[in-house]
Structures are given as C-alpha cells and as structure tokens.
C-alpha cells in the first residue's frame, strides 16, 4: 500500500496577497485539471530550459474572445518559436490590428434581427459585418502589392503582411509581433478563411493572381521538427493540432533525424471518446511516433480562454528574470526557411 500513497494532496490555502502563480504553484499539489494546469507551466519551463523549438497551435475563436494580446506576449518574448494558426483567427488579428474591435454580447439573441442589423456572432461575442468588409478590403488591397503568380508559402505571406500591418497597426498583434520577433507563422487553411475570401474576390475582379505553396509549408515544418529537441503547445486542436503532429512523420519519411516531440501540452476541451482530433491523446499520438515515448506531455481539459492566460501569466512570472539566458532557435527568412541555434 505504501508505495501508492507517497504524496498527500495539499489543500489549497487562500489569501488576499496570492499572486496567479503563487496559485498555480498550489494547483500542482491538489487534484483534477488544476494539477494538470500546474503540471503545464512546469513543462512549458523545461522546454524553456532545454532550449526547445516550441511550436504553437492555435484553433478556435481565440481572438475574438480576447486572447490576441495573450498569443502577441509569448511571441514577443519567446515562449514560442513557430506559430500555426486557422486562418479565422488571423483574420481576427487583423480586424483589432487596424483598430476594429469585437464586441461583448450574448447568444440569448434572436439570430434573424442580427442579421438584419449586420451584426456576426459567435458564441456570445459580437463583430460588425460592416467593419470585417473594410478588413477584407485592407487584406485584399494588400494582396494587389505583393508577389503576383510566383507561389508563396503561407509563412512568407505572412510575414509580408505582418510587415504591411505593423505600418498602420493601432495596437501590436499576433502577426504583427510575429514579424517583428522574426519568427514563422503558418496557415495551412489559410483558403478557409476570410483571409482567403478576400483574396479570392480579389482574384474575381482581376486584382491579384495571388499562388500558394502549402506543400512547402510542410516540408519546412517538418525541418522545424528536427530541431535538437521539439515541443508543442496546443489551444484546442483541429488542423493547427495536425499540422504540427504530423511534421515528425513528414520528417521520417522525408528521410530526417525524428523521434517525436519532446515535450507536450493542450489545453483542449473535447473527451478522445469521439475519435476527433481535437481530443486525441498524447497517447495516441505517441502510436504514429508524434509525441516521443519519453515525452514530458500533459492534457488540461479547460476552456482555453481560462486555462491559457493563468498558464501564460504564470509563465511569465517565473521566467521574467531569466528568460534572456534561452539559447533561442533563430530563423533566416527567405524563399526557404533556415534555422539555427
């Protein structure tokens, strides 16, 4: 008996002064998704330590619902290395970037009278279709500028409009930083988007002839992964989630060094029971070689609009005094992407 009740569980102690990783220290002492929150800053930490490429998934409505500056913090400061994001919440980080906002509402709402009032709505947040039609405007007069018939990588374009809107930015942003940090941002969906609608309407008024090279997207991601050592952090999951597991199969099979990533984290909601990606287990991954069998991984089973900022502030806090000593991956950005250490 005495080899399984080793640790007892350590009641969380309350008091006015607690600072949120004071906290979160607390959480790794107790039970359920707080010790799996707590066990996520120490992971986050050692790929920190062991100067990891940490690559970031980010799928759902995260912008909207007020993450932007929560991604924007651990792009300028490193905490991540390559960013792969849906196209959505690209677009939404550059609708708050050129200074629109998203709106508190609620979903007890007659949808019909939204419509009529030109008002979008997801979940209980509120956009104005009227401001995200001078978005598509901005992205698609963007596109006119840019390198017509030659296809680009999703990074490439990118980092050219990462560029365009940090000359007219009212507030730093996710791509924005990404840009200024020299770091890659990948979209593989970037077509399932309002991204790619406005491109393509571009396309339909003869205004750009605007190609992507998304296998060239894989193919450097799965260089990424080669990296000395790898580690992933996942807001939700679905393609973001995908693209980056499967850049240990790309390298196998591409004939590269890859043993699976090192070090694991997702802050996912969905149960694995359904067979969904977004609710695969680290585990499961662990059977296509994606996740190393040694790997220091864990779940946090949370919406990720509270799981992320308490992690990413604790992070913060115990990395604000040596986060300068990380030997950070550098990256050359050019029609392929180089990386070193």
Request: glycine content about 8%; overall charge negative; hydrophobic content about 40%.
């Amino acid at each position: 008996m005495q080899r399984f009740l080793k640790v007892p569980v350590n009641p969380i102690e309350i008091k006015g002064s607690t600072t949120v990783d004071e906290l979160v220290r607390q959480f790794s002492g107790i039970s359920f998704q707080a010790r799996n929150l707590g066990i996520a800053v120490e992971i986050w930490e050692r790929m920190l330590d062991d100067d990891a490429l940490i690559f970031l998934g980010l799928a759902g409505a995260m912008v909207p619902a007020g993450m932007r500056r929560v991604v924007s913090f651990l792009v300028k400061n490193r905490f991540v290395d390559c960013l792969v994001s849906t196209g959505a919440n690209l677009f939404h980080d550059c609708h708050e970037t050129i200074g629109y906002s998203h709106w508190k509402g609620t979903h007890q709402v007659d949808d019909v009278v939204l419509k009529q009032e030109s008002v979008d709505r997801i979940y209980d947040t509120f956009a104005s279709e009227t401001e995200f039609q001078k978005t598509d405007v901005f992205i698609s007069d963007f596109a006119k500028g840019i390198p017509q018939g030659e296809p680009l990588t999703t990074r490439e374009f990118l980092g050219l409009l990462g560029k365009e809107l940090s000359s007219v930015a009212k507030d730093d942003g996710i791509l924005t930083s990404a840009y200024k940090a020299g770091i890659p941002v990948y979209c593989p969906g970037l077509a399932d988007s309002s991204i790619g609608i406005a491109i393509a309407a571009g396309q339909s008024r003869q205004e750009n002839s605007v190609v992507f090279d998304i296998i060239s997207d894989v193919v450097e991601t799965a260089r990424l992964a080669t990296f000395a050592s790898s580690g992933v952090v996942y807001v939700g999951g679905g393609l973001p989630k995908n693209f980056i597991q499967q850049t240990e199969v790309t390298a196998t099979l591409m004939g590269l060094e890859a043993g699976g990533h090192k070090y694991a984290i997702q802050v996912i909601t969905d149960p694995p029971h359904w067979g969904g990606l977004s609710g695969c287990t680290f585990e499961e991954a662990q059977s296509w070689g994606k996740i190393s069998p040694q790997a220091s991984k864990v779940t946090v089973y949370s919406d990720a609009t509270i799981a992320f900022p308490i992690i990413s502030t604790a992070l913060a806090a115990r990395r604000s005094d040596n986060l300068a000593k990380r030997k950070l991956p550098k990256f050359k950005m050019g029609r392929t992407l180089e990386v070193s250490s």
